[in-house]
């Protein structure tokens, strides 16, 4: 345990972080970057971060707007460029196991059933200690009554002041001479008397600090007196504080837990590869880098190999399958898209058939033009679609998550903010945000969308997983007079929904298979 405490719970401080490739961030910002590096959805990293998607989706935001880009793959790009990155990926376990510890603190609380402690923080001084020690007992289900610091408190005051309270605690940084005179001023009632009826006293103190603190003060044979080594950025110390207040409940099963999931995310760190670039950036990643197995190399070097022969492959199917030269070149920097992750080419499947017959139904200039990718799941169609999205020329390439009403609006706004170029236009998305109606933020969202949309000459727009087409319709952009001209590709598993007026074509896309 003691070799874990020392490896483990080394924290980085956010500071360190503060700017990466020269761009600074906030606290919560390099939060979400190190969430997002390490592939957690948005929903993933609210949950393990105790706030709202909808936060996490307006930090996103603010990102994208720092390194100019409109995707979370550009993000990720920009973080695996920097020299920063093994520093968030140690950062990103420190998140994961303040989580874990988090949780822990959560399971203690129901131990205690409805008997919650009362705890009251006293400091000495000039003593500043944050909100750490104070959010973490409330989390363990113990109820904080701050203390103000007096000069001087007569034994009686003290007595009646803080009968109904189970512990009193003192967390300390140093003990030079004032403070010892401040501890015996404050706190005298407790070593004039051998046996006080004052609630337990818990001193926090640096162990190095613990031989001065007895010197000073005759603690011998005083039980409400309690010493706890206690180091702010040590999980441990919490726990053995824990231990102390709640002595009558076992704690250890709750610890064990704990330590099992930091050996996982620290193993998990461990056989993380860097990148060669990072290896010459300081002394410790040299000795990793003289580490790796000079044979691991030659097989990265076959694979890249062979992968690349695979994807040249493929692109040359779709390539001669589908369009023009002229057709392939997309169009400017101004491009604005979604992320569309698609199968590494060495697994993907090219259907250069299905894709075809998209551009055919699509081809139309006039007005808004809508398709839809029907099938099981697992057919394979979000692919097809993005495959088809990734080839297109077209300034605005959105992918629109509609599996819930929220989602779907989530991406509405994703893209009204990709959309808006000035800071006047996102202040006004903002203030849209802020609306407390739900559903009047939404209508007003909606508009606004269809405002950028109509200033485009040419979109394309993938609603992807849609269950119903009622749950889409009054999101769907049906009237070009509305919402300009474009392209839309539904990928659904209804089969009926092409009887819906405003789809055009269905297409029946089957079972993913190599013979396909």
Known sequence: MQNLKMNLFQKIDPKDLEKINGVKFTFREIDILAFMFHGKSTKKTASLLSISPRTVENHVRNI????????REAIIDFIEKSKEVYVLKKYYSNLRIESAFKECLREISLLMEKKALKCKIETIGNEFWGHTLESYLKLAGVNILKGKEQKSKTLGAFKTEEASIDYVLCPLTSLEAGEISLIKEKFGCYFQQTSPSFPPLIFLI????????SSHLILKDNKNVIMVDFQENDYFSFFELLKKMLAPLSLE???LKFLKKCEELKLTLETDSLPNTLAASSPALKQISQNVDVND????RYYLIRGLAFSLVGSLILFLGLYQPTNVKLSSKNIIRSDLPIPAETILLPRPQILAQIQEK??????????ALVGIGGAGKTTIARQ??????TNVIWEINADTKESLIN???NLVYALCKTKEEKKIL????????PQEREEKIVLLLKDKLKAISEWLLIYDNVEKFTDIQRYFPYDPISWGMGKVIITSRDNNIENNSYVSHAIQVKELSIKY
């Open 411 to 413: 991406s509405f706004e």
């Open 253 to 255: 099963k709750i610890i």
């Open 388 to 393: 088809y999205a990734r080839l297109q020329k």
């Open 206 to 213: 640096q162990n190095k600090e613990l031989n001065n603190f």
């Open 362 to 371: 699509l081809s139309k200039k006039q007005g808004i033009q809508v398709i």
């Open 297 to 300: 190399h030659k097989k990265l």
């Open 430 to 437: 903002r203030d849209l945000q802020e609306i407390k109606n």
């Open 64 to 71: 994208m707007v720092k390194v100019e880009c409109n995707s």
